[in-house]
């Protein structure tokens, strides 16, 4: 019987001691997703390079092995001010550290050390792929009439893949309905103190991911991150925004933006330090629009994005 690709599960969990599958169940670890990628076995070969007398391919052998996927999240709060979000596994795997305050909100911030593994299991119709000691990165999208959201790209261990049946009971309750982005839903951000009309924010967290395999090691590695965005905004007045002056000083401010308005389901994303690069013009239906690259850095380290659900 043909398999459904819309009949993919995907579970996560946090996984507390490398090599060690967390066994993410469907009732407590199932991920809402709006669209996925497996990419089931991600490998390099090394040619033999034969002599022989003859022409021909030797053929090639597979010196790593490891899978790979890619997945879309809606942005949206974790339901109730002071509770995690349901995807928060996700964020942690991307190198976020978690802190919940308790009835105020949960926070996501980088780190360098001390980076958490995550077990992820995607199951699609009936067959499944277990990734264990995961990392990932993440983007974002926050655009004008449309729903925001995360995209993950996680790489782990390669597991044989195996037919097993979807399971049962899968609770998607934790996650949140999300708000369209308009000036309703995403009441204030700001730019270099500038808060005119915004069209779109983008922004790439980039953790420079790799699969290392050596002898008596290996694994997904994190060596290091480098964030990048994008804004597009209508073209404002050079006494409101002297955005030439900024580009060409290579000026540092903050950047913020907040979607979301009733406890339970705000987001807010603070980069303390950007500068603004890159800067081109582009129509909207007859409107100039000025769009800025973002160069995020950090201010006093392991602090360039700060992601608040409150």
């Known amino acids: 019987m043909a398999k459904s690709m819309r009949k993919t599960l995907i579970l996560a969990k946090i996984q507390p001691i490398a090599g060690t599958d967390a066994v993410p169940t469907a009732v407590l670890n199932a991920i809402l997703c709006r669209s996925t990628t497996i990419t089931p076995v991600s490998a390099t070969f090394a040619d033999r390079n034969l002599i022989r007398p003859y022409f021909g391919n030797g053929g090639s052998v597979a010196v790593t092995k490891y899978s790979q996927i890619e997945l879309e999240v809606e942005l949206a709060g974790a339901g109730e001010a002071g509770t995690a979000p349901a995807f928060g596994p996700l964020l942690r795997a991307c190198g976020l550290a978690e802190t919940v305050t308790v009835g105020t909100g949960a926070q996501y911030q980088p780190v360098t050390d001390g980076l958490e593994l995550m077990t992820l299991y995607a199951y699609l119709d009936g067959v499944l792929h277990k990734m264990v000691d995961c990392r990932a990165s993440v983007s974002l999208d926050v655009t004008s009439g449309a729903i925001p959201f995360l995209k993950f790209t996680v790489m782990g261990s390669y597991s044989p893949i195996t037919d097993a049946a979807n399971p049962t009971g899968v609770d998607y309750s934790m996650f949140t309905r999300p708000l369209g982005v308009n000036k ?3 009441p204030a951000w700001s730019l270099h103190g500038y808060t005119g009309c915004l069209q779109s924010f ?13 002898i008596g090691c290996e694994g997904a590695d994190i060596s290091d991150r480098t964030p990048t965005g994008n804004a597009v905004l209508e073209l404002p007045t050079i006494a409101a925004l002297d955005w030439p002056a900024l580009v060409i000083n290579g ?3 903050a950047f913020s933006i907040t979607h979301g308005t009733a406890a339970g389901n705000i987001v807010k994303i603070d980069m303390p330090k950007v500068q603004l690069t890159d800067p081109s013009y582009s129509d909207q239906n007859g409107i100039a629009m000025l769009n800025l690259s973002l160069g995020i850095q950090p201010d006093v380290g392991n602090d360039e994005l700060i992601l608040t659900f409150k």
């Open 184 to 186: 309703t839903n995403s």
């Open 202 to 214: 983008t922004m790439d967290l980039a953790n420079q991911l790799a699969w290392r395999s050596l």
């Open 251 to 253: 000026s540092l401010a």
